[in-house]
Each structure stands twice: as C-alpha cells, then as structure tokens.
C-alpha cells in the first residue's frame, strides 16, 4: 500500500502541477528543437548527413528503451527520487551536449539526455496521477497535454531562433534554466510516495537488451550508406541486432519474473494493430521533419530562422488534428479516423515526393506538409484509444506505454532506413552527374523525394492494417478514460 513521508513542506497541488509540467515540457521540447539545428551542428562538429540520425536517434533509443522501465520506477522507488533523478541526468548531459566539440561527444550525451527523459517523463504523469482525483484529474491531465503539446510546437521555431540567432549549442542550453528550477522547487517541495507493497521488479535486463538490439540493427543500417550491404560489418552488425531481438523475446517470454513488455497483452487484436499501425505512420512522421529540415536549408537557402517559422503551420494543423480527432472519436469510433488520417498521410507524401530544386515552399511544401501534420494529429488520439480499449484497466497505463515506445521505436527505424535510401540515391546520382553543378545541386534533393515516396507507401500499408481493427473500436470511449493513457496521446 502506498507510504507518504513529509520531505519539507507539503507542496499546493497547483505546484506539483507546474513541477510536471515543466520537466515533462522539457523532455518534449528536446525531441523537436534539434531538428532545425541539425545542419549548423553537423558542419561544427563533421557529421555527414546520415551521421547527423545520431544526434537524433542516439536520444530517442535510449528514450524508447528505458521509457516503461522509468514507467515504474517511480512506484517502487517513489516519485520524488525518479523525478529528481530524471531531471539531474537530463540536465548534466544537456550541458554536455552544449559543449560538445566532436561527434562521439554529442551522440553519447543524447543517449544520457534520452535515459533521463525515459525517467523523467512517466514520473511528470505519475506525480498527477497521485496528486489529482475525481475533475481536478482531468482538468490536470489536461493543462500536462496541452505543456506537452506546445513544447513539440514550439520546438522547431525557438531551435530555429536559438541556432540563427546565437547558436547550435543554445538549443541544449535552454534546458538548464528548466532543470535548476524543476530540481529546486521538488527538493523543497515534493514529498515521497511510492508504493511500499509492490512486489513488481524492475526488468532492466529487458531494457538492454532491445536498447542495445536497436542501435546495432539502425547501425548496420546507416553504415550500408558509406559501405555495401554485403560487407562484413554491416552483415554482423545487422545479424547482431537481430539475434539480440530474438533474446529480448526470449528473455521476456521465458525468463524475466516481471517482464518489461508482458506480450500477453498482444493478444488484444486493437492493442496490435494500434501498435503496429503506430511503428508505420510514426516511423514516416519522424523522417519527415528530418528531410524537410535540409530542403528547407540546403535547397531552398533558408536560414535556420526561416527554416524554424516554415515548421510553424505544421505545428498548428497538428493542433487542429488531435482536437478534431477527439472531439470525433466518441461519435465515429477509431477505425474510421484512422483510415482517413492515413489516407491524408499518403497524399501528403506522394505530393512531397515530387519535389525539385525548382520547387517553392508556397507552392510544393505548405500545402502537403500541412496535411500530412493534421494527419499525424488525427491519428495519435484514437492509435491511443485502441491501445487501450482492448485491456484490463489496470494493464492501461502500460499499454500506453507500449504504444509510445512503438513511435518512438518505428521513428528510430525509419530514419535509419530512409536516410540510408536517400543517401544510396543521392550518391548514385552524384556519381553520375560527372561534375555537372545542376546534377550535384538535384542529387540530394532527388534523396529526399525517394525517401518521401516509400512513405507514402508506409502509410498505404497502415490504411490497409487499419481495417483490422474492430468497426466499434473506440465508439463509447475517449482517450483519456484512463489517465495513463493520456501518456500516448
């Protein structure tokens, strides 16, 4: 049964709330600032393109991994020390990332600022959970999501005007001043509860094991761009990844007491599908920003400035989405949001796709790039609703979790192989352009619009997954029935 001990001083509700608040705006703002960066980043520190996924998938690996692993800690260990913990780590390797001065430096201080999102994160959600009941819970609920929110919004506009207007290293700097706050404020404040009783253990064999799995299988990926896919140490590296996939399997099946992903919950036909319609629409997502992110400097000239107000409408039709999706989902249930959000990805995509050097941001990128955003904020509401509809509702709050590990999981994957296709293909092209400045000049942008055409065919495939799901998934439930599903949100 849950133990409480005074710390200091008991904290007002309204505080505990602005302490979730800020770290869990934070962890989302770090996922969206770097993008704009990217570039800038990449020449300081000599990354290649397909070097510079690194700095974004050393931090959401790690984040996916460890993600339902910090889910409980904060139960067993208590929610103070969690938090307190996250926000540490997240904030040192922060600084670290600030100053980094080559390339290794960076990635491994993304793979510490990810652990300590994956800590922090489930923690901002369970300090509400404990503090808030009845209305006052939602309402709490409610002001996180929409801190959550704008932290993804504004993350490519504030990076954009940190990069132009000091520099790269501002987007990781920015997160000290939240973290000396966050951390201040729970040390004189926040009391300790956790749950004295629980007998769960925590699985951090399981949490290795497809951490480590991942990054060899994405390594092995990104290094066929500057090598062969038939080369030795791509063929062993992606061979490594896979056995260790199989013992992550193995291990959560057969051996683990407490499994980190207890797959009995995969017997539920909405919870699978939502999953992995979640891999295949979010994997194409997260590439998006990515690709979109050198066009808009490497091609069309934009300053990071520039390049941070053009993500700006995206941000807005994602808004405009999610709040259509969840004012629709009681009336039409989930199936039906699911396939017309997939149907605009597609046509967002295959129009991106058919991009040029000549192309223009009014003309060939607002309009497709808008549309696949109001997709992605169409989606995610009923994706997290079928998660959970299917489950007990004490197996809610991990569902959830599942299906965010899942975005972020099909996100790192995407991007290792979509870059690697447009790499492949901006290479071959180059090759053949024998020093013709127009071809060069065509070459990477010829990359992006391959990489955006296999999207558009991912989300074909989730359309086609998504008639698995029950016509009535979803048709008398809202996302946030349970509040840990709100976390998938």
Known sequence: ????????????????????????????????????????????????????????????????????????????????????AGVVLFTLASIGAGFAHTGSQMIVARAIQGLGGAILSPATLTLIVTTFKGPQLAKAIGAWSAVAGAGGA????????????????????????????AVTVAALYLRELRNSGATVKLDITGAILVTGSLTALIFGVVS??????????????????????????LWELRVASHPLVPFRLFRSRPL??????????GGAFFAMWYFLTYFFQGTLGYGAVAAGVAFLPMAVAIIIGAQISSRLLVRVGVRPLLLVGAALASGGFYALAHLSVHSTYAASVLGPSVMCAFAMGLLFSPLATAATAGVDRADAGL????????????????????????ADRTRALALAAHGSPKALAEAPVAGYSRA??????????????????????????????SPLAAEAV
């Open 399 to 422: 569902a959830s979790g599942v299906l965010n590990t899942s975005r972020q999981v099909g996100g790192s994957l995407s991007l290792a192989i979509l870059g690697t296709v447009a």
């Open 224 to 249: 066929s761009a500057t090598t062969s896919w038939s080369s030795p140490s791509v063929v062993l590296t992606v061979a490594g990844g896979l056995v260790g996939i199989g013992l992550f399997i």
């Open 272 to 281: 699978s599908v939502a999953n992995i319609v979640m891999i295949l629409v």
């Open 1 to 84: 049964m849950p133990s409480q001990s005074s710390v200091s001083r008991h904290a007002p509700d309204g505080l505990i709330l602005a302490i979730a608040c800020v770290a869990q705006f934070m962890v989302v703002l770090d996922v969206s600032v770097v993008n704009v960066a990217l570039p800038d980043m990449g020449r300081d520190l000599h990354f290649t393109t397909t070097g510079a996924q690194w700095v974004v998938n050393a931090y959401v690996l790690t984040f996916a991994g460890f993600l339902l692993l910090g889910g409980r800690a904060a139960d067993l260990i208590g929610r103070r020390r969690v938090y307190l």
């Open 452 to 481: 955006f055409a296999i999207s558009a065919l991912v989300t074909v495939v989730a359309f086609a997954v998504a008639w698995a799901l029950p016509h009535r998934t979803g048709r008398t439930a809202r996302a946030t029935d």
């Open 154 to 181: 504004v993350g490519g506009l504030l990076g954009g005007v940190l990069t132009g207007w000091a520099s790269w290293r501002w987007v990781f700097f920015i997160n000290v001043p939240f973290g000396v706050v």
